[in-house]
């Protein structure tokens, strides 16, 4: 290479508009460039007409598909790297929420055009998610379209020991990780419908774009919890899924709900029961497992709450801190006053 190409492409590297001077142009150039990585428990990974996987001796595959939507799952312009993190992170969520180990994903991606900076940050931030969690992209499709984006995952458990919904029984504590509601307050302050302090509203708005799914801590569960669900549509929602399927209510206690210092001073506990894209853990577990969830929690440093108790009622109820009942909406607008 002549001196004065190779000077020009340190320039526009040193511009960052080197990937703008990539043409793409097939569909295989495009895979290969941006989602071929090596494998690190795959039989057979992309490139063939489809995988394979071998999967361990006495285990179950747990599978989970979620599909996110430019317009109704992000808003348009959202940083491609923060897209690629939370669109595999979110299929961690319910791979964790069984109380199994992620391991596989494919990826179905439909783009409006090539855009080589975009698709670069959007794999980086997918690949970040996935090294953190040991993941492996085996496959998928890529097709010309609106902008969206299906991820299926797999994960791997020992036979039998996956968490149910349907597992809940009375007289078991309720848990949740980590706070609830921030994801949702970050997306009313996008939205310009809330403000909040700066320092809060960068907690919430990372909360919202770059979650963090709960794997290690999902992982510890299977010995202790009865029934377990990811927190993505709101508390109260996923709680209804739980208590549904194992044919049991429950009580909460609502100065024990963890969550930010602006939702308990203004009592805006909306955000928390029923703010959606929060991706924690909510399960529930015999009482005399309450120390050993206390201590997962230290080990895995992730804060665990018990929020509740599962009983014999028909409903869900809340109770504040004189036991009284607290009025709620299932979805929706609420008020504590
Ligand atoms: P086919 O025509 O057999 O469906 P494709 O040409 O669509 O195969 O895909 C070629 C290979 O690239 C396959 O292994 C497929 O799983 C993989 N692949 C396609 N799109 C993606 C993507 N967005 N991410 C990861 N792998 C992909
Ligand atoms: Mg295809």
């Given at each position: 290479?002549?001196?004065?190409?190779?000077?020009?492409?340190?320039?526009?590297?040193?511009?960052?508009?080197?990937?703008?001077?990539?043409?793409?142009?097939?569909?295989?150039?495009?895979?290969?460039?941006?989602?071929?990585?090596?494998?690190?428990?795959?039989?057979?990974?992309?490139?063939?007409?489809?995988?394979?996987?071998?999967?361990?001796?006495?285990?179950?595959?747990?599978?989970?598909?979620?599909?996110?939507?430019?317009?109704?799952?992000?808003?348009?312009?959202?940083?491609?790297?923060?897209?690629?993190?939370?669109?595999?992170?979110?299929?961690?969520?319910?791979?964790?929420?069984?109380?199994?180990?992620?391991?596989?994903?494919?990826?179905?991606?439909?783009?409006?055009?090539?855009?080589?900076?975009?698709?670069?940050?959007?794999?980086?931030?997918?690949?970040?998610?996935?090294?953190?969690?040991?993941?492996?992209?085996?496959?998928?499709?890529?097709?010309?379209?609106?902008?969206?984006?299906?991820?299926?995952?797999?994960?791997?458990?020992?036979?039998?020991?996956?968490?149910?919904?349907?597992?809940?029984?009375?007289?078991?504590?309720?848990?949740?990780?980590?706070?609830?509601?921030?994801?949702?307050?970050?997306?009313?302050?996008?939205?310009?419908?809330?403000?909040?302090?700066?320092?809060?509203?960068?907690?919430?708005?990372?909360?919202?774009?770059?979650?963090?799914?709960?794997?290690?801590?999902?992982?510890?569960?299977?010995?202790?919890?009865?029934?377990?669900?990811?927190?993505?549509?709101?508390?109260?929602?996923?709680?209804?899924?739980?208590?549904?399927?194992?044919?049991?209510?429950?009580?909460?206690?609502?100065?024990?709900?963890?969550?930010?210092?602006?939702?308990?001073?203004?009592?805006?506990?909306?955000?928390?029961?029923?703010?959606?894209?929060?991706?924690?853990?909510?399960?529930?577990a015999p009482k005399k497992y309450s120390s050993h969830?206390?201590?997962?929690?230290?080990?895995?440093?992730?804060?665990?709450?018990?929020?509740?108790?599962?009983?014999?009622?028909?409903?869900?109820?809340?109770?504040?801190?004189?036991?009284?009942?607290?009025?709620?909406?299932?979805?929706?607008?609420?008020?504590?006053?």
């Amino acid at each position: 290479m002549g001196l004065l190409l190779k000077l020009i492409l340190i320039l526009l590297k040193l511009l960052g508009l080197k990937n703008k001077s990539i043409m793409i142009t097939s569909e295989f150039e495009l895979i290969k460039r941006y989602f071929t990585k090596k494998n690190r428990q795959t039989k057979l990974g992309i490139g063939d007409d489809a995988a394979i996987i071998q999967i361990q001796k006495n285990h179950e595959l747990v599978i989970s598909s979620d599909m996110l939507v430019e317009g109704i799952h992000f808003i348009k312009n959202t940083n491609p790297s923060h897209l690629g993190w939370k669109s595999l992170a979110v299929n961690l969520s319910d791979i964790s929420a069984m109380g199994a180990q992620p391991k596989w994903a494919t990826l179905s991606i439909s783009l409006p055009k090539v855009d080589p900076i975009w698709l670069k940050k959007f794999s980086q931030g997918f690949f970040k998610c996935a090294k953190k969690f040991n993941i492996d992209l085996i496959g998928g499709d890529t097709t010309k379209g609106p902008l969206s984006i299906s991820i299926t995952i797999m994960g791997e458990i020992k036979k039998n020991k996956s968490l149910l919904r349907s597992g809940a029984q009375i007289g078991d504590d309720i848990w949740v990780t980590g706070e609830l509601g921030n994801a949702s307050m970050g997306l009313a302050c996008l939205q310009r419908k809330l403000k909040l302090s700066p320092t809060l509203k960068t907690k919430c708005i990372k909360s919202l774009q770059t979650p963090v799914p709960k794997v290690f801590f999902g992982l510890t569960l299977p010995r202790y919890a009865k029934s377990c669900i990811d927190v993505s549509d709101g508390l109260i929602q996923d709680l209804t899924h739980i208590t549904k399927s194992s044919k049991v209510g429950a009580t909460l206690f609502i100065e024990k709900i963890p969550c930010n210092a602006a939702i308990k001073t203004s009592k805006k506990y909306h955000y928390a029961l029923n703010g959606g894209d929060d991706y924690e853990l909510l399960f529930t577990a015999p009482k005399k497992y309450s120390s050993h969830i206390q201590k997962i929690s230290k080990k895995t440093k992730i804060i665990t709450t018990r929020i509740g108790v599962i009983t014999n009622q028909p409903s869900i109820s809340i109770l504040d801190r004189h036991g009284k009942l607290v009025s709620f909406k299932n979805k929706g607008y609420d008020h504590f006053a």
